[in-house]
């Protein structure tokens, strides 16, 4: 009986290091850049889910953004003017299961997106 709850105890153990572990937190990093390849600052980088916002980062003057601490999950990536929804340049939906780097080119007032 002892050697069983040893067993299911055991289990139990590895199965919840392996759920924390599976769901480590990501980073997005990424360049935004105009169709000439020259970086885009000040530009608002959101991370949505459901319509709630998980992140955001303004671009520097070298046109890279940086959001950590997501889980894996489907997203969606909006890009703003400002720090809010209100002014929304374009979006596009996107899947993070590890740390993910995306360059983003502007071309016709849309982004194009190159995952890594």
Do not use: H
């Amino acid at each position: 009986m002892k050697r069983n709850a040893l067993i299911i105890v055991t289990v139990l153990l590895f199965g919840s290091l392996f759920c924390v572990f599976a769901q480590q937190p990501y980073k997005i990093k990424g360049k935004i850049t105009d169709q000439n390849n020259n970086p885009l600052s000040s530009q608002w980088v959101m991370i949505t889910l459901k319509d709630s916002i998980i992140g955001k980062s303004l671009t520097g003057d070298d046109g890279k953004f940086f959001i950590d601490n997501l889980p894996p999950n489907n997203y969606q990536i909006i890009f703003t003017r400002t720090p809010d929804l209100n002014s929304i340049l374009d979006s596009f939906q996107f899947q993070i299961v590890k740390d993910t780097l995306i360059n983003i080119q502007k071309a016709n007032n849309n982004f194009i997106n190159e995952q890594e």
